[in-house]
């Protein structure tokens, strides 16, 4: 699983980078602290047919991605 750290990157970077991984990768681990961004690859994965699991704490959203 790769894991991305997207924490105080503003958009679209981090759904550029998730892009990139997915490309190659069948599970991410996205990290994010804007909900923009969040919706963002949510919706993105989710059209590309990932499963999409996000969980909270502290203001950061941990964001696992895997093939449907």
Known sequence: ???LDARGISC???LIMLKNSLKTEKEVLLY???KNALSNC????????FTVSTT???GIYKVYITMA
């Open 56 to 58: 909270t704490g502290s």
């Open 42 to 49: 949510e919706s993105y994965a989710k059209k590309q047919g």
């Open 32 to 34: 994010l602290d804007s």
């Open 1 to 3: 699983m790769k894991t």
């Open 12 to 14: 679209p970077e981090p």
